[in-house]
């Protein structure tokens, strides 16, 4: 796994050993994902359920800023942080499924990659707070299983859906 583009192309990023604490999104995918988010302007960016903070890290290095990783998993933390050595990547220990609106304010992206059995789950939780988080203009990209079906959200406007392999991108905007 390395970073594709950008400032930071080329690094390696360690993950935890075994395929049980995370999926990090593949190679493939994020330099979709990353090509899709062209659209929209650069500026803030929140990785949640960020795992070795792949999807952060890809987005710093694009000029995304201030970027913020969100991980709960202590053991993962330390994978995330050893990744982050020497940026300027946002750490925060926390569990995204209990981030309040307050928790960010003027982002360009917020990034949501659950755990794919808790999709739904974590869709419940963040669809109502994150369009408090986005700046105008802003997207919610929420990655899940291809055939999740996320339901509608009041203030939050289907854009667009991407599937690649097993993943979906879902965009929002408020």
Known sequence: MRIIAGALKG???EAPPGTGQV??????????LFSILQRWPLGGFADLYAGT???GLEALSRGYG???CVERDPAVL?????NARGTDLEVAAR???????DAFRGLAVVFADPPYERALEAWAAL????AAWLAPGGVLVFEAAAGTVLPPHPGLEPVDVRRYGAA???????
Do not use: I, Y
């Open 11 to 13: 690094r390696r990023l």
């Open 23 to 32: 999926r990090p999104t593949a190679d493939r995918a994020r330099e979709a």
């Open 53 to 55: 903070g792949a999807v």
């Open 66 to 68: 201030p970027v913020t």
């Open 78 to 82: 330390a994978f995330l942080k050893r």
């Open 95 to 101: 569990d995204a499924g209990r981030l309040g609106p």
């Open 127 to 130: 669809a109502p707070v994150a």
């Open 168 to 174: 979906a991108f879902s965009l929002f905007q408020a």
